[in-house]
């Protein structure tokens, strides 16, 4: 009996449309330029606002021109239109004075020592915008679930395995089966 072919459901948020809104916060200075850089990395690489609001200054790293992020085990390259952009943030945060005592070296520092920056106000200035991070940090999963195995998508993003999978299941990718894929002589 031929196997089936299983259909892939379609993203909350179209791929066209998810990039766009990267060009977007790339582009448009009238947006804070920490809420920018928050945008980029939930809709580059899916990351959830509590995560990136988190983030230290020793999660990044620079060497050689190259600036990476680590979200989970693995560190990522930054694609460099957001290492500019960091860039920039980094060197204005260098040039605040740093509250007294142990704060701590918050990425995206809040207005009071010792707090990062808040969800709730990176999140407004985002959907000004019309940029949904829970869809498209959701949208984001789905699609690299499609391109990379669900454990290569875990370990880089920081996202459990089981929610990795999850997405991986729900959207029909094929990753799963790979080793079935890679045994099977390619036909003409």
């Not at 299983?6 to 330029?33: A, C, G, H």
């Amino acid at each position: 009996m031929p196997r089936r072919t299983p259909t892939i459901p379609s993203t909350t948020v179209p791929d066209d449309t998810l990039w766009s809104k990267v060009d977007l916060l790339i582009e448009d200075d009238s947006i804070p330029l920490s809420s920018r850089i928050i945008g980029l990395l939930a809709l580059v690489f899916a990351q959830r606002l509590s995560d990136c609001v988190r983030l230290h200054l020793s999660d990044i790293t620079a060497h050689d021109g190259t600036i990476r992020i680590a979200f989970g085990t693995t560190p990522l390259t930054l694609p460099e239109a957001i290492a500019d952009l960091l860039s920039r943030h980094l060197e204005e945060l260098s040039g605040h004075r740093p509250f007294v005592g142990d704060a701590p070296e918050w990425l995206f520092p809040g207005a009071t020592p010792q707090h990062h920056t808040s969800e709730a106000n990176v999140a407004l200035h985002l959907a000004r915008h019309r940029i949904q991070i829970r869809k498209a940090q959701q949208a984001r999963i789905d699609q690299l679930v499609q391109q990379v195995p669900a454990s290569i998508v875990a370990d880089t993003l920081g996202i459990s395995i089981n929610t990795a999978i999850r997405h991986a299941a729900r959207t029909n990718a094929t990753w799963g089966a790979y080793p079935e894929l890679r045994a099977t002589p390619p036909q003409d």
